[in-house]
């Protein structure tokens, strides 16, 4: 098996416990079961279904099962409490959680320093205007470009960090290149607590820009509609569509000249709508 460490679900975890130990022929979901005090001889087969939570108590005697101790056994209780939270405060209670069990056990925690990349606003921009600039350039004044302005102090922050994480390259000039063109958040987990907190703060700027971009600078619009469950699904799909043409066209783009966010939303306005039943008039 992975090390836990290499796992953002619990669920996940339990599912490749269970099948290196039943391809070994001495693990069924029945000794599984009892093994954890568990009566239902199905009940971690639905945990790892996603039909069923495990409790307080649940938890301790899965990782007793699994024969998890120390670090193992804390990242896994830490773990669960993020996955099955239901409300952002409780996940980033849980987030802080894992990364206290981290720090307190000096362990390294697979893919953390390539999720930060979306922990603040600027890391993306910085990867896109970084390169425009001269070799050598001031910090400082890549700090005054942006907007709004940041200081050179997190400007050079930004860059060691990108540098480090292989998203930037220093050429021997002094200027800089991106290792890839693109990044996009349409194909990461959206329910990740990190990337809450970095659409939270682009859609701030989104509203910031309402009042301090001019108009042709800027483009913003909205539509209010009514549609189905259906249709909602297609809408869905046409913005992920939409998403990967303006990908596209950026990644063909030689003359760059301005870096921008392309924001796309989509959030319901009403509770659900009970349609009614049309009455059908009996015929004479």
């Not at 460490?5 to 599912?15: D, G, L, P, V």
């Not at 925690?109 to 970084?130: A, K, M, P, Q, T």
């Not at 699904?233 to 569509?241: D, N, P, S, V």
């Amino acid at each position: 098996m992975q090390p836990i460490t290499t796992y953002k679900n619990y669920r996940s975890y339990i599912q490749d416990y269970y099948e290196e130990f039943k391809n070994r022929g001495i693990l069924t979901w029945q000794i599984f079961a009892d093994k954890a005090g568990f009566t239902s001889a199905s009940y971690l087969k639905l945990v790892c279904q996603d039909k069923a939570n495990l409790s307080d108590d649940g938890i301790e005697k899965t990782a007793d099962s699994m024969n998890l101790v120390g670090f193992e056994k804390d990242y896994f209780k830490a773990l669960v409490h993020f996955n099955q939270a239901k409300k952002i405060a409780d996940k980033q209670k849980a987030l802080e959680n894992i990364s206290a069990v981290a720090e307190k056990y000096n362990v390294k925690i697979l893919n953390e320093d390539f999720f930060s990349f979306f922990s603040n606003w600027y890391n993306v921009v910085l990867r896109e205007l970084v390169p425009l600039a001269q070799p050598n350039t001031n910090p400082a004044n890549i700090g005054r470009q942006v907007i709004p302005p940041i200081s050179g102090t997190k400007v050079s922050a930004a860059i060691k960090y990108l540098e480090n994480q292989g998203l930037l390259k220093k050429n021997e000039d002094g200027s800089y290149v991106q290792t890839d063109a693109i990044i996009s958040t349409g194909n990461l987990e959206t329910s990740s607590i990190i990337l809450h907190q970095y659409h939270k703060q682009l859609a701030q700027l989104g509203l910031n820009a309402i009042d301090e971009i001019p108009f042709d600078d800027r483009d913003i619009s909205e539509v209010v509609v009514g549609v189905s469950n259906e249709n909602y699904k297609r809408i869905c799909e046409e913005i992920a569509a939409a998403r990967k043409r303006i990908l596209a066209i950026a990644a063909e783009d030689q003359k760059i000249e301005r870096v921008y966010c392309v924001q796309t939303n989509a959030f319901p306005l009403s509770t659900p709508l009970r349609i009614k039943k049309k009455e059908q008039k009996n015929e004479p």
